[in-house]
């Protein structure tokens, strides 16, 4: 690990201004970024701490939804009476995430900007142009068993890790960010990773001197909620292919179809086309079959993942089917 100078921020005005500068990161459960430093993929010349800016609150809004603080731990969410009751799809995708252990230190915002785990990234020997842009992607020729196969480019493949994200895209969540002089803006949580394309380094919207302050979920739906994760082992394992599911089945017929997917693509991946294909239709394999058509519409293997195109389809058939037997 590199020497770094270390600063604590006490507000978010402290966060923002400290954050600003290159080189400097912020750090709240370090996680990954510990693991990075040491592996020397990430050497922050400044690490900013921002655990006493005091945002680790779970609180009801004013319009019914709940307002996840950006420092509530992993575990805190996933135990929450209210997450747990009114948005259970992510309490089990966090739960289905690393370990206990890992849990108790990792923060909301923390989990949306970690990082890639391809074994490219991660070691400072291979080329990656994520790490060091224009060195190449060793994973195009070369392992890629976890890798996307949906919104790749030519020069990144890898896909986003976690889990958490992905169930908040299919409950189209929102982010809170704040910047210096009290600025502050909202993203949707399906905006707020990008694609790869001839900028993998650039992996979400949030710019320097920013902080996420908040997730915010709107008002509960109900409805049948769903994460199933396939994965090699059965914990502490990243996603082959995942899927989040909000499922509402009324008089025979889709009334809601909101689906996201982990483990195919650089960003949770959330198709609008989707939902709008099945609501209002009866649930059928063959009305499955076609939104996995357009779930995998241009989907493209490297090789080693060839089988996360057949996977996605029988996993999202799987979800669907389940889905559809609660609900009736
Ligand atoms: Fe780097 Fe992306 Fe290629 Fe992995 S897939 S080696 S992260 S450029």
């Excluded at 890639?116 to 020997?125: G, L, P, S």
């Excluded at 195009?140 to 992905?166: E, W």
């Excluded at 509402?248 to 198709?271: C, I, M, Q, S, T």
């Amino acid at each position: 690990m590199r020497p770094f100078q270390f600063e604590r921020a006490r507000t978010i005005e402290d966060a923002a201004r400290l954050t600003a500068g290159d080189g400097a990161k912020a750090i709240a459960g370090g996680t990954n970024l510990l693991d990075l430093m040491k592996l020397q993929v990430e050497t922050p010349g400044e690490l900013v701490d921002v655990n006493r800016i005091g945002f680790a609150g779970i609180d009801d809004t004013d319009d019914g939804g709940l307002r996840i603080g950006a420092l509530a731990t992993n575990t805190a969410t996933a135990v929450h009476a209210r997450v747990r009751a009114d948005y259970p799809v992510l309490s089990r995708a966090i739960l289905a995430g690393a370990t206990q252990q890992l849990r108790n230190k990792a923060t909301t915002g923390g989990n949306l900007l970690q990082r890639t785990r391809c074994y490219y990234f991660t070691n400072i020997d291979q080329p990656c142009n994520k790490r060091d842009p224009g060195s190449g992607c060793g994973a195009l020729d070369g392992i890629a068993r976890l890798h996307a196969i949906l919104g790749t480019s030519s020069q990144c493949i890898a896909t986003y890790p976690g889990d958490m994200a992905v169930a908040l895209s299919a409950l189209d969540a929102d982010v809170e960010i704040a910047g210096e002089g009290g600025r502050s803006r909202t993203v949707p949580v399906r905006d707020f990773h990008c694609l790869p394309g001839d900028t993998p380094w650039i992996e979400n919207v949030l710019e320097r001197g920013e902080v996420i302050t908040a997730v915010t979920l709107p008002k509960p739906v109900g409805g049948t909620q769903i994460y199933r994760k396939v994965r090699e082992r059965s914990s502490y394992a990243f996603a082959l292919v995942s899927v989040a599911a909000v499922i509402e089945v009324a008089d025979g017929k889709f009334a809601r179809a909101d689906l996201a997917f982990g483990g195919l693509a650089h960003k949770p991946w959330h198709d609008p086309r989707i939902a709008d294909l099945l609501v209002g239709s009866a649930p059928s394999a063959e009305l499955f079959d076609r939104a996995a058509d357009l779930l995998l519409e241009g989907a493209q293997g490297y090789g080693e993942n060839d089988f996360k195109i057949p996977l996605a389809r029988r996993t999202m058939h799987a979800v669907l089917s389940q889905a559809t037997e609660t609900a009736e």
